[in-house]
């Protein structure tokens, strides 16, 4: 079965960190782009970050740039996003999302996300 | 930015009719939008991508159309677990993404 399992979240001070892991199985991990994406207690849904097959190229939506990190090991079918310097406005419910695999450049390469894990809450507040 | 806009809000209809939600972007973005279902507690699911392919395991009562700038996305027939609330999603700056702010489809 194809399945992706974040855990890591809980309750943080604000300034503080935490970091996020998102477990994979049920498919060659290595081969795919990964991204995380949250949602705000009663809110819509806002992509955060992605990472190529190899790590080589990650991307952020902007109100995260210089505090959080997307990474991933691949011998261990992981994905990981490490929260530095937590505002209030970071919590939300936080999903790891699988996206295309192979080459981007090529047609049928599937940029929309097929996957989603069950999401892992952070909270941040004093 | 990409801003999408989803109209209505909020959607009331029966089951067994038609529901029609939309989905509009600031500027062109092709056919690079995709639809998700979430459900109360669960995590989004794809429904359609490219704007009108359905992803695996789609029922044929969902369908997308649209480019540039309007879409829609269609559900013919409802039925009760088809009550959620549905996202757009675009991915035409891929590999930036910008969602709406969902559509919640209610039971009337």
């Known amino acids: 079965e194809v399945q992706l399992v974040e855990s890591g979240g809980g309750l943080v001070q604000p300034g503080g960190s935490l970091r996020l892991s998102c477990a994979a199985s049920g498919f060659t991990f290595s081969s795919y782009w990964m991204s995380w994406v949250r949602q705000a207690p009663g809110k819509g849904l806002e992509w955060v970050a992605n990472i190529k097959q190899d790590g080589s190229e990650k991307y952020y939506v902007d109100s995260v740039k210089g505090r959080f990190t997307i990474s991933r090991d691949n011998a261990k079918n992981s994905l990981y996003l490490q929260m530095n310097s937590l505002r209030a406005e970071d919590t939300a419910v936080y999903y790891c999302?699988?996206?295309?695999?192979?080459?981007?450049?090529?047609?049928?390469?599937?940029?929309?996300?097929?996957?989603w894990g069950q999401g892992t809450m952070v909270t941040v507040s004093s | 930015e990409i801003v999408m806009t989803q109209s209505p809000a909020t959607l009331s209809v029966s089951p067994g009719e038609r529901a029609t939600l939309s989905c509009r972007a600031s500027q062109s973005v092709s056919s690079n939008l995709a639809w998700y279902q979430q459900k109360p507690g669960q995590a989004p699911r794809l429904l359609i991508y490219?704007?009108?392919t359905r992803a695996t395991g789609i029922p044929a009562r969902f369908s997308g159309s649209g480019s540039g700038t309007e879409f829609t996305l269609t559900i013919s027939s409802l039925q009760s677990e088809d009550f959620a609330v549905y996202y757009c999603q675009q991915y035409n700056n891929w590999p930036w993404y910008t969602f709406g702010q969902g559509t919640k489809l209610e039971i009337k």
């Open positions: 490219g704007a009108s």
């Open positions: 999302a699988r996206g295309g695999s192979g080459s981007y450049y090529l047609p049928g390469f599937l940029r929309a996300f097929d996957i």
